[in-house]
């Protein structure tokens, strides 16, 4: 009989040590998840009603584009040089012109041409006036596509939060809405209003902060990426907690200790 009451208080002990471990979790996770509204809603502090001008902010050509040149004319064997076969995506970026580290591609007939810090209208301008300066062509029409442009978005995007791995996808002058969107969106554990922006243009490297609870990204410089731009959507107090819980051994055997140093008081 002392034996059974003995397991009885054990057991019973056990349970509030369990209990009391589940508790103290759950208590500090309730406490790092609370959010606001406006740390939650996209645009909260949006006027409804209002008007502002639509802004565009027109890419240019970087150092490592491949670029898709096609060249145009009444009469098409004129301009069969110019012009390569492009099929398939891998083929196009085999074929296409790559803009090398100095900033220029070679075309046929013209020669080294220099691009980068072009947009794709002014570097079609460049090209036609130059066709027909140097007599090649009489009246030609020229246009220009970046075939390998695309933005990568990584950190807590995607359904289940895919902070460890990364989304790449094609780009076609998206906006920051659009390409998170296109990756399944923002993960509850993300936070929404200090999203890294990284972009390297003219040789630099900037670094960006978006807050996409906010209409100013609208309205602001940012809101429009730029090929080869990457996201980074940071996790919240709540996913770091529980990342730290479950991959630092140190943490692991705190809360070992703890609860053994609980159940021998119960159990005295």
Known sequence: ???????????????????????????AL???????????????????GSEDPVIYYPNKIQVNDILSIKVGELIPEAVE??????????????????????GN????????????????????????????????VKDPTVSIRIINARVTVIGQVGVGGNSGGGHVIPFGGNNSM???QAVGNIFPTGIKNDIVLI??????????????????????????????????????????????????PGTILSLFTSALALFLVLTR
């Not at 810090?117 to 300066?133: D, H, R």
Request: net charge positive; with cysteine; hydrophobic share 40%.
């Open 1 to 27: 009989m002392f034996l059974t009451q003995s397991r009885c208080q054990h057991n019973g002990a056990s349970r509030i040590v369990f209990k009391s471990i589940y508790f103290f979790i759950l208590l």
């Open 30 to 48: 309730t406490l790092q998840s609370c959010a606001t509204r406006k740390e939650v809603e996209y645009f909260n502090d949006v006027r409804i």
């Open 81 to 102: 040089p110019f012009n390569s076969s492009l099929g398939s995506l891998e083929s196009a970026q085999l074929n296409g012109y790559l803009v090398s580290f100095d």
């Open 105 to 136: 591609i070679v075309f046929p007939r013209l020669g080294t041409i220099a691009l980068a810090g072009k947009t794709t209208t002014e570097a079609e301008g460049l090209i036609n006036t130059l066709l027909v300066e140097k007599g090649l």
């Open 178 to 180: 659009t390409v998170l």
């Open 199 to 248: 972009r390297e243009e003219n040789g630099m490297r900037t670094y960006r902060k978006l807050d996409i609870t906010s209409i100013d990204l609208v309205n602001g410089p940012y809101y429009y990426l730029k090929q080869n731009d990457v996201i980074y959507v940071k996790p919240n107090g709540t996913s770091v907690m529980l990342s730290g819980w479950l991959t630092s």
